[in-house]
């Protein structure tokens, strides 16, 4: 029996407070947020999962920064 999945958050550019509660949990701007939807679609977890790799290194980097030490 498969488990059925909850329906993805979704960010709703077109509804100011929901856009400014997102830009808060998520630690960017306004405008940050708009770019990130329009480029990645509005499902919560692909919007986050773009602005982290926006602002850090990627997987493999992190995984090899402590062998370089």
């Known amino acids: 029996m498969t ?7 979704r ?13 808060k ?3 960017v701007t306004d405008e940050q947020l708009r770019e990130a939807i329009l480029a990645v679609g509005d499902k919560a977890t692909d919007v ?3 602005l982290k ?5 990627t997987n493999a980097d ?8």
């Open 62 to 69: 992190r995984m090899r920064d402590p062998g370089d030490a």
């Open 48 to 50: 986050e999962m773009h």
């Open 11 to 23: 960010i709703n550019i077109n509804n100011l407070a929901n856009c400014a509660q997102w830009a």
């Open 25 to 27: 949990k998520l630690n």
């Open 3 to 9: 488990q059925s999945g909850a329906e993805p958050e």
């Open 53 to 57: 790799g926006a602002r850090s290194t």
